[in-house]
């Protein structure tokens, strides 16, 4: 099996080789980057391109560990017992499974995503170091292991919003995911407006790449936001020079698309006053 990109994904030459090398490895592939750089789409691309089924686990600031192997469901048992249900008698009614377990009996090989692992507790990945590394894990309630019949390929997503630990990381194979390039953004930018005019897209592009640059920005806009914006552009029927730089006017055609939060729009407000003021 490996991974080329696809027609709808534009995978640069090293996160081709950092994801085949995960497969080879069969270990888990950590991606890093800036939120809107593709790392939750890729796990989605990477499955379509093999030809596996995908099951995706979206981590917040509450999941636990536990939750991706299986929940006990103990209040639900001592309820039906009061009543006098009959399926309390099995305690295998109570469980459910996680995704872990549902890759883990799946049929066949998938693809499991483990998304924005950093926005759990410190300790979440480190409950998962064994589970991933032998791919089997133990359910006390009913005595059984469950172990992986087919090893699933598994993509860990992280926006680097805290360090993760050295144990979880040296059982992964690592890629920080750059912001694309100007060629690589136009491959990116066909492949969602095959259409655009390159005077259009010339003159976009050169206006996203200095507010991206531009010195004290709070966050960057990333590749979703500038397609968003590129979208609006096309939609409102915009032509070049409306998108041309102007010093009084410093905030872009539809900054609402780029800037997302109040400080960088008075920022650039700022830097207009400024401008105005020589």
Same mark, same amino acid.
């Given at each position: 099996?490996?991974?080329?990109?696809?027609?709808?994904?534009?995978?640069?030459?090293?996160?081709?080789?950092?994801?085949?090398?995960?497969?080879?490895?069969?270990?888990?592939?950590?991606?890093?980057?800036?939120?809107?750089?593709?790392?939750?789409?890729?796990?989605?691309?990477?499955?379509?391109?093999?030809?596996?089924?995908?099951?995706?686990?979206?981590?917040?600031?509450?999941?636990?560990?536990?939750?991706?192997?299986?929940?006990?469901?103990?209040?639900?048992?001592?309820?039906?017992?009061?009543?006098?249900?009959?399926?309390?008698?099995?305690?295998?009614?109570?469980?459910?499974?996680?995704?872990?377990?549902?890759?883990?009996?799946?049929?066949?090989?998938?693809?499991?995503?483990?998304?924005?692992?950093?926005?759990?507790?410190?300790? =979440? +990945?480190?409950?998962?170091?064994?589970? @991933?590394?032998?791919?089997?894990?133990?359910? /006390? !309630?009913?005595? *059984? $292991?469950?172990?992986?019949?087919?090893?699933?390929?598994?993509?860990?997503?992280?926006?680097?919003?805290?360090?993760?630990?050295?144990?979880?990381?040296?059982?992964?194979?690592?890629?920080?995911?750059?912001?694309?390039?100007?060629?690589?953004?136009?491959?990116?930018?066909?492949?969602? =407006? +095959?259409?655009?005019?390159?005077?259009? @897209?010339?003159?976009?592009?050169?206006?996203? /790449? !200095?507010?991206? *640059? $531009?010195?004290?920005?709070?966050?960057?806009?990333?590749?979703?936001?500038?397609?968003?914006?590129?979208?609006?552009?096309?939609?409102?029927?915009?032509?070049?020079?409306?998108?041309?730089?102007?010093?009084?006017?410093?905030?872009?055609?539809?900054?609402?698309?780029?800037?997302?939060?109040?400080?960088?729009?008075?920022?650039?407000?700022?830097?207009?006053?400024?401008?105005?003021?020589?």
């Amino acid at each position: 099996m490996k991974f080329h990109g696809t027609a709808n994904y534009v995978a640069t030459e090293d996160l081709t080789v950092a994801v085949n090398a995960a497969v080879t490895l069969e270990r888990p592939l950590l991606v890093k980057g800036e939120p809107g750089t593709g790392k939750t789409e890729l796990a989605r691309q990477v499955a379509g391109a093999l030809g596996l089924p995908l099951i995706e686990w979206h981590v917040k600031s509450t999941t636990k560990a536990q939750q991706g192997l299986y929940e006990y469901d103990a209040v639900s048992r001592l309820r039906d017992s009061q009543l006098g249900d009959e399926r309390v008698h099995d305690v295998r009614n109570y469980i459910r499974k996680g995704k872990l377990w549902q890759a883990f009996e799946a049929g066949g090989k998938v693809v499991l995503l483990i998304d924005e692992i950093d926005k759990a507790d410190i300790e =979440f +990945p480190n409950d998962l170091l064994q589970e @991933l590394d032998r791919m089997e894990f133990h359910v /006390y !309630e009913t005595g *059984e $292991t469950i172990r992986a019949r087919h090893r699933p390929v598994v993509i860990i997503t992280s926006n680097n919003e805290k360090e993760l630990p050295d144990a979880f990381l040296r059982r992964c194979f690592f890629h920080y995911i750059r912001f694309p390039e100007a060629e690589t953004l136009r491959r990116i930018v066909a492949v969602h =407006f +095959p259409q655009i005019k390159e005077r259009l @897209l010339a003159e976009a592009l050169t206006r996203f /790449y !200095e507010i991206r *640059e $531009t010195p004290g920005l709070k966050k960057k806009p990333s590749t979703s936001e500038v397609l968003d914006w590129l979208k609006l552009i096309l939609a409102e029927d915009l032509a070049p020079e409306d998108l041309t730089r102007d010093p009084r006017h410093l905030l872009p055609k539809l900054h609402g698309a780029l800037l997302k939060n109040e400080q960088d729009v008075a920022l650039f407000e700022r830097l207009a006053f400024m401008a105005r003021a020589r």
